[in-house]
Nanobody
Framework: QVQLVESGGGLVQPGGSLRLSCAASRSIFSINAMAWYRQAPGKQRELVAVIANGGGTNYADSVKGRFTISRDNAKNTVYLQMNSLKPEDTAVYYC????????????????WGQGTQVTVSS
């Protein structure tokens, strides 16, 4: 089991940047893959980005070239750098520690954080 705590959300203007952090309660070295999801009002939760323990990544088409996922196993933390933000990126962003069988292209969600709100608006 692992507890996840997200931070770094807030209000930003279109074109701006934010960096989200996800701090885990224990070592993430043994967690094969971790991910960020988001859920906008009235929409289903969607997978945004995945990172494997070896550093491989996968992104939703809507964020490719703008978002970067990274992980620091020494700090038990996963990050999501979000650049060139658009109003349609507005959502609650959730960190997830994947099922042991997860890969970057076949991700199975496991433990969830509580989420952090990102609002992109002028």
């Amino acid at each position: 089991q692992v507890q996840l705590v997200e931070s770094g959300g807030g209000l930003v203007q279109p074109g701006g940047s934010l960096r989200l952090s996800c701090a885990a309660s224990r070592s993430i070295f043994s967690i094969n893959a971790m991910a960020w999801y988001r859920q906008a009002p009235g929409k289903q939760r969607e997978l945004v980005a995945v990172i494997a323990n070896g550093g491989g990544t996968n992104y939703a088409d809507s964020v490719k070239g703008r978002f970067t996922i990274s992980r620091d196993n020494a700090k038990n933390t996963v990050y999501l750098q979000m650049n060139s933000l658009k109003p349609e990126d507005t959502a609650v962003y959730y960190c997830n520690a994947g099922h042991p069988l997860s890969t970057t292209y076949d991700y199975i969600p496991g433990y969830w954080g509580q989420g952090t709100q990102v609002t992109v608006s002028s």
